[in-house]
């Protein structure tokens, strides 16, 4: 099992920086990809980026590339998602995702993913 907390969320105007935060608590040492994903209310929960278990494999969603960048610390068990640029359309709540099926690969879909944060909430004003 992993329990997942995020951090790091909050207010910021266009233009800035926030660095979120996803500590994992696991039962078992396995490895696991982690992801960010992010759901405005009324919209379906999209993909924004995600780090396989060993940092060798990203993946961005084409509207962050350049801007947001995920990493993680294995020996905090930690993952972040810097994100530089910010735009009143990245408001969400931000949810930090892990996969232990494949945790080679990157997936991009809610389904890849069977743990799940409680998110944080980011807003962006213009």
């Known amino acids: 099992q992993v329990q997942l907390v995020e951090s790091g969320g909050g207010l910021v105007q266009a233009g800035g920086s926030l660095r979120l935060s996803c500590a994992a608590s696991?039962?078992?040492?396995?490895?696991?990809?982690m992801a960010w994903f992010r759901q405005v209310p009324g919209k379906e929960r999209e993909f924004v980026a995600a780090?396989?278990?060993?940092?060798?494999?990203?993946n961005y969603t084409d509207s962050v590339k350049g801007r947001f960048t995920i990493s993680r610390d294995n020996a905090k068990n930690t993952g972040y998602l810097q994100m530089n640029a910010l735009k009143p359309e990245d408001t969400a709540v931000f949810y930090c995702?892990?996969?232990?099926?494949?945790?080679?690969?990157?997936?991009?879909?809610?389904?890849?993913?069977?743990?799940w944060g409680q998110g944080t909430q980011v807003t962006v004003s213009s």
């Open positions: 780090i396989n278990w060993n940092g060798g494999v990203t």
């Open positions: 995702a892990a996969d232990r099926r494949r945790p080679w690969r990157c997936g991009t879909t809610t389904s890849d993913y069977d743990y």
């Open positions: 696991l039962r078992t040492a396995a490895p696991y990809t």
